[in-house]
């Protein structure tokens, strides 16, 4: 079984990181200089890659996630690709090791559960990478709204094709960030989804329009694409007192209250932090190892987003589907 770390803060927690490409070599440089951390080693099938970044941060490469495992890491965080998720995610739980899983949390939501029940079985800590959670503009908006009477919520996250993508859409890659946010703000399950994706230059949904009602009663929606040249994320929350808009790339986060019956209000901007998220994340993952409580972002939300976003692309289908099936009217 992987260590017993709990209430041990005299020393660096021992964390090893599965995949280095974009997201994990993040993890590598992040973790490399976090205090109460220590980069135990990275692994990669690309082992160019895995050796490229393990010299940048100055740390041991292992050739299989095996090998890693053997030289007892405390835990291990996984951004290896999202169809691997399962079986890795299966593995280092069942040898006992606490593990943090980039989302979305695997390829399917019975995947998804299977890595849940693991956890739980094993009594290890298992964090979903949702990391714009920590995002200190997302946690802005969160404090500002905090007791107010939500209304709507209404998301941007568009930007130019990444190259990077191939096996998913813009749901899966994008927008299951925002059902999270959407879940997290309002505290309450997505209860209808009506969904609208189109396929304009890639294989899969590059545009999605979804529009949600949660059991709170809150409407919301987020609008996304690979088709903007530029990046944009753009949170709006309206509640009975007050409207929110915050910009997660600037960081800045605008408060309007005090609406009068001529139509005049107040505004003010808010004091928004300046850690970097993913930093905040794995600090996260640490303290919730190290005490034995449950994780800012657990396995059961992580399954909840993923279930969410993969109701959207089922459902958008079935609606796409008679309209292609529809016989074309040739006029007489």
Request: with cysteine.
């Amino acid at each position: 079984m992987g260590n017993n770390v709990t209430g041990e803060s005299d020393r660096p927690l021992r964390i090893g990181v599965i995949g280095v490409g974009v997201m994990g070599s993040n993890h590598a440089r992040v973790l490399a200089g976090l205090a109460g951390a220590q980069l135990a080693g990275v692994v990669d099938a690309d082992r160019a890659q895995a050796e490229r970044v393990a010299s940048a941060v100055g740390c041991p490469v292992f050739a299989t996630v095996d090998e890693m495992l053997a030289a007892r890491p405390d835990a291990v965080t996984i951004a290896a690709p999202t169809e691997l998720h399962h079986r890795m995610a299966l593995h280092c739980i069942g040898r006992g090791f606490h593990v943090l899983v980039e989302k979305p949390i695997a390829s399917t939501v019975e995947e998804g559960r299977e890595i849940v029940a693991a956890a739980k079985r094993a009594g290890v800590t298992l964090m979903i990478g949702h990391v714009e959670r920590f995002n200190p503009a997302v946690e802005a908006v969160k404090d500002a709204i905090k007791g107010e009477q939500l209304l709507s919520i209404a998301i941007t996250r568009v930007g130019p094709f990444p190259p990077r993508m191939s096996k998913v859409g813009v749901v899966i890659d994008l927008a299951v960030h925002d059902i999270d946010l959407i879940r997290w703000f309002t505290d309450s399950e997505i209860t209808e989804v009506q969904p609208q994706t189109s396929s304009a230059v890639a294989e899969r949904e590059d545009i999605a329009l979804l529009q949600f009602r949660t059991a709170s009663g809150v409407l919301a929606h987020i609008n996304t694409n690979w088709l903007t040249p530029f990046k944009a994320r753009n949170v709006v929350v309206a509640t009975r007192k007050k409207y929110i808009m915050g910009d997660l790339l600037t960081r800045q986060v605008t408060e309007c209250f005090g609406f009068q019956p001529d139509g005049s209000y107040s505004m003010r901007h808010l004091s928004v932090g300046h850690n970097e998220p993913l930093r905040t994340e794995l600090s996260a993952f640490i303290h919730a190892v190290r005490t034995g409580t449950a994780p800012p972002v657990t396995g059961e939300q992580g399954v909840a987003s993923l279930d969410i976003a993969i109701r959207c692309l089922a459902e958008s289908s079935e609606r796409a589907a008679p309209a292609r099936q529809q016989p074309r009217v040739v006029a007489g």
